[in-house]
């Protein structure tokens, strides 16, 4: 019998997060799922998944936070609240940059949730979760300014 | 007209998969071949009893010379983080089947709760495919 994969125990934690989101669940509590000591799991969880623990648990609260917006008429700090998420000044701030809106402007955009309802909810939960991107990724990356750009004529789409 | 007779997931381990879909899910095999002239290739399907035209093929990576080191690798590592495919099943009754499932010991990602569609729940078979357990609401007609 082939032995069990790593991956197979890391995703234990993902499970954990994927069910529990709405708790007080830390990176130690993912960690403890897996069955890995606290800093090996980290590395090991980024390794296989792309992403720390931090930042799957986070957008997973702001991808139910979205859900709650398209579906239910519950206010924001509820929302904010129901997801596990503790500050409602830093749950704006994150959701608004990574949903490019600010919560409310985001929930006005659907009108009609009833027609994704047929869709099996792990689906649209792993469908809908978004990219984390750091502040400084947005930025955009500053065009090299050359001796030769600078000496070329204005090319008109400036 | 097209019927769907069998669909394949990928395990680590036939043996424990055959224990896992027979003795925990109930499912009845439908056929246990190995062929000693194909690399002791073994054809392993299991299905539900009340749907005898349909059955999972509980396939076995086949590594090298049909798939290379690197690819059995990778496809381990799939089906180990959960990306090898989900299964949708459906039940008459989601928290009956939930709490025996359970007492088997099957690894439940969520336990039932209402959706639009029906009451459903997750879990996982030994390899790490995820299977959801739906009661669908007759009003949508699945």
């Known amino acids: 019998m082939p032995s069990v994969p790593p991956a197979r125990h890391l995703v234990r934690a993902k499970d954990l997060v994927d069910t529990r ?28 998944f792309g992403e720390t623990p931090h930042t799957y648990l986070l957008t997973r609260r702001l991808e139910r936070a979205a859900a709650l917006l398209r579906n239910t008429d519950r206010s924001v700090a509820d929302i904010c609240l129901a997801v596990g998420l503790q500050s409602i000044g830093s749950f704006t701030t994150s959701f608004t940059h990574t949903y490019g809106m600010p919560p409310t402007t985001y929930r006005a955009q659907f009108p009609d949730p009833a027609k994704y309802a047929l869709i099996p909810a792990c689906v649209v939960r792993a469908h809908s979760r978004p990219q984390h991107r750091t502040f400084r990724e947005d930025t955009p990356e500053p065009t090299p300014l050359t001796s030769e750009m600078s000496d070329s004529p204005p090319t008109g789409d400036l | 007209m097209i019927n769907i007779a069998n669909a394949q997931l990928w395990v680590h381990d036939q043996d424990e ?72 099943l459906t039940t008459d009754d989601c928290e009956a089947t939930y709490r025996d499932l359970k007492s088997r010991g099957v690894e439940f990602t969520e336990t039932p709760e209402q959706r639009p569609y029906g009451i459903d729940a997750g879990f996982r078979d030994p390899s790490g495919n995820q299977f959801r357990l739906t009661q669908l609401n007759v009003s949508f007609g699945g």
């Open chain 1, 21 to 48: 989101y709405h708790d007080p669940i830390t990176v130690a509590d993912m960690a403890k799922a897996a069955g890995l000591s606290r800093s090996h799991f980290s590395q090991q969880f980024h390794r296989a």
């Open chain 2, 17 to 88: 998969a055959l224990a896992f879909y027979t003795k925990k899910l109930d499912m009845e095999v439908r056929s246990d071949v190995t062929v000693p002239e194909m690399g002791n290739f073994r054809w392993l399907t299991v299905g539900p009893t009340n749907q005898p035209d349909f059955a999972i093929v509980l396939m076995a990576i086949p590594g090298p010379p049909l798939m290379d080191d690197a690819t059995t690798a990778q496809v381990h590592d799939l089906m180990s983080k959960g990306f090898a495919g989900t299964v949708f």
